[in-house]
């Protein structure tokens, strides 16, 4: 707060309006979520309150650290931190925050866990949980090495204290597994998961019956997300978003594998584009989760259409618009801009790696087809960078 007094009595009142809006964000969400999760433990349902208080005032809470108090000059504030550069404090925000997203989950699945203890593979319950808690942080590793190839190289003073050797800890941790890819490894797996997704459940169990992934594109049956939501005219355009969106999935990493063998036959796209589109639809998977956690699909089943509206435009239409308006403008625009989309989507992320591990325990070939979009979109953006660096070597 102090960063927007600051600004007030220092920057016109054209650069405030971010750093306000981005305020009262956070205060609607933050009352929202205390109001949401008093009302459901009035109403006995812990678990209800307890999701309701991390999805509302738990993104919140991350969006007051990361444009408030970290990053405010994304927004047009004045950063209270000036030793550090901005890739590091993006650094410094997204390992803090990802290492407490990681005890928050594990908590909580442990406490699933011992609910239901009788009625769950421990073994594959376990694993669910484990490679979501080191998805994540190789997620931020991703990203630091994606600002530091295309931001400028200086360096800022080095971080000490605890805070410090937790980042550290989880860069590391996170660090293993991108390291442990590499180009190649990272585009088979991650083509192989998605098109293993074809013959394992993708729709299981909890959903009704079983539906793999080829029937699903046949049109058997629906994708888990949209599955049970009626069958109004947005309901089945929805239904066939999802086909259309797993269909392209598919394409993508039988593609990149292609790409992989010798000859120019069988690379008919470039990478680039495949790296693009493998990246949009592991969002779109991943922000979609995110929603329906919220419980926000569920307001189709009630008619309140005005809610719905607002909400995809806030997901899906707003930050992809700001992303590339942002690429045309100087390079300082861009990296406070893609910044700012960065730290929007942070606890979409957590959200929607939280609850795949409890769809891919019903539904293990969606969490296949999910964690082999990103490992291709890793690999493909990983290959450009090592065309460009042999094209420039003075490349960042």
């Given amino acids: 707060m ?13 650069n405030t309006w971010r750093i306000w809006l981005a305020e009262l964000g956070v205060v609607i969400l933050a009352v929202l979520g205390l109001y949401c999760a ?69 908590a909580a699945y442990v406490r699933a ?17 484990l490679a979501s808690c080191w998805l994540l942080p190789a997620c ?9 190839w295309t931001m400028p190289c200086s360096e800022g003073e080095g971080g000490v ?17 991108i390291n442990a890819l590499g180009v190649t490894r990272a585009v088979v797996i991650g083509a192989l998961l998605a098109l293993m997704s074809l013959i394992v459940v993708v729709r299981g169990e909890i ?16 994708w888990p997300i949209v599955e049970g939501m009626g069958q109004s005219a947005v309901v089945v355009m929805l239904v066939q978003v999802h086909r259309g969106f797993y269909v392209l999935g598919l394409v993508v990493a039988a593609l990149a594998l292609a790409g992989l063998v010798p000859g120019r036959l069988v690379r008919i796209i470039p990478s680039r584009i495949l ?15 995110a929603v329906v956690s919220g419980g926000v699909y569920e307001l189709f089943l009630t008619g309140a ?13 707003v930050p992809p618009i700001v992303w590339l308006m942002g690429i045309r403008n100087r390079q300082d625009n861009w990296d406070h801009t893609r910044l700012s989309v960065m730290v929007f989507y942070l606890p979409i992320f957590f959200q929607g790696f939280a609850f795949s591990v409890f769809l891919t325990y019903f539904s293990p070939g969606f969490g296949s087809f999910l964690v082999g979009m990103l490992l291709v979109w890793w690999g493909l953006v990983q290959r450009q960078r090592e065309i460009a660096s042999r094209q420039d070597p003075h490349a960042p």
């Fill in 305 to 317: 259409w005005t809610w719905i509206i607002p909400v995809v435009i806030l997901t899906w239409a």
């Fill in 207 to 222: 959903f009704g019956p079983d539906y793999k992934g080829y029937e699903i594109v046949a049109g058997s049956g629906a």
């Fill in 38 to 106: 008093i009302s459901e433990w009035l109403h006995g349902d812990v678990d209800g309150g307890l999701i309701a208080l991390g999805w509302l005032a738990g993104t919140a809470t991350i969006y007051a650290f990361g444009y408030l108090w970290c990053l405010p000059d994304v927004l047009g504030g004045i950063a209270p931190d000036q030793s550090r550069t901005l890739r590091q404090r993006w650094s410094d925000f997204a390992l803090l925050s990802t290492f407490i997203a990681i005890l928050v989950i594990a």
């Fill in 161 to 177: 204290g605890w805070r410090a050797g937790v980042r550290g800890a989880t860069r590391n941790w996170g660090n293993w597994l």
């Fill in 140 to 148: 931020v590793v991703a990203s630091e090495k994606y600002l530091g």
């Fill in 2 to 14: 102090g960063a927007h007094t600051h600004l007030l009595h220092h920057r016109h009142f054209g």
């Fill in 275 to 289: 790296a693009v589109l493998a990246g949009a639809i592991a969002l779109f998977e991943i922000t979609n989760v």
């Fill in 113 to 129: 866990i011992w609910v239901n203890y009788s009625e769950v593979s421990l073994a594959f319950a376990l694993a669910l949980v």
